[in-house]
């Protein structure tokens, strides 16, 4: 894969959207790749399938430029609850900090280690090297995006991944990696978001999938709360932030990943 260029900056260090292919961004999920309830173990088949149906969307053309995003799962969520810290709540101990990122790099080694064995150029982009929440815990999310997008323009794929984040006022909390899904679609202005779970869409009070969500109040009670299942958020947190977009975003299970990548509708379409 080649990327057409460098793509910009802007003048508060966000990616230009205009500069180069706008690219896909994929967000695959922690409960997918890991065995979510053994502490940082992969589901090595899971992670294998979901690094093969990339491989192949690349190979074939049928994405041009692609940024993706893994959660935690056994990894991070494990360490980041084991110590008490979320996206609401920070610690000021370095061991702890270095336990949740540690545990995110080992992680994000892994995933690139398996793109690479397949011939994806993935590289690695760490949160915590570059992101902060100056405002504290209820403030938007900093996150300079020009390594990300001059990455992109060299023809690599950046991996991201949840991590912690420099909190003002909480020494440091989690970002989610839902939450880098929306600041890279937003401002490497993506043309389509997936988010590859363990379930085949966001699912409704009879466990059948939504084909399509355009607003949040429509599906709100068959979500229920959104903290209600780790540390980073549930599914409600997901819908919320997918509807902030502008593109238009899929949440599909392993079966759809392939499909997205080839440009088709997968599980639950949100815009």
Known sequence: MTGPGAAGDGADGAADPA?????????????????????????????????????DALAAGDVDRL???????????HHASERGVSTTAGTRDADAVAA???????????????????????????????????????????????????????????????????????????VS???????????LGARRVGVCSTVPGVLDGDGDVIDAIDAFEAVADALGASDATD???????????????????????AEGLAPFLRGEDAGTRID
């Open 19 to 55: 500069a180069g292919v706008p690219p896909v961004v994929l967000k695959l999920g922690g409960s997918l790749i890991t065995e979510k309830d053994r502490p940082e173990t992969l589901d090595g088949d899971a992670l294998d399938a979901a690094c093969d149906a990339v491989a």
């Open 231 to 253: 540390v980073s958020g549930g599914m409600a947190a997901k819908v919320r932030e997918m509807l902030a977009l502008d593109a238009p975003a899929h949440v599909f299970g």
């Open 100 to 174: 949740v990122h540690g545990a995110m790099k080992r992680l994000n080694a892994h995933v690139l280690d398996r793109l690479r064995e397949r011939g994806v150029p993935a590289v690695p982009v760490h949160p915590l090297s570059l992101a902060a929440r100056s405002d504290g815990t209820d403030g938007n999310l900093n996150l300079p995006l020009g390594s990300t997008a001059t990455l992109l323009g060299e023809g690599f794929v950046p991996v991201l991944h949840g991590d912690g984040v420099a909190t003002a006022g909480d020494g440091v909390t989690v």
């Open 67 to 77: 940024a993706v995003v893994h959660g935690g799962g056994s990894f991070g969520h």
């Open 177 to 187: 990696g839902d939450e880098l899904v929306v600041e890279l679609a937003a401002g």
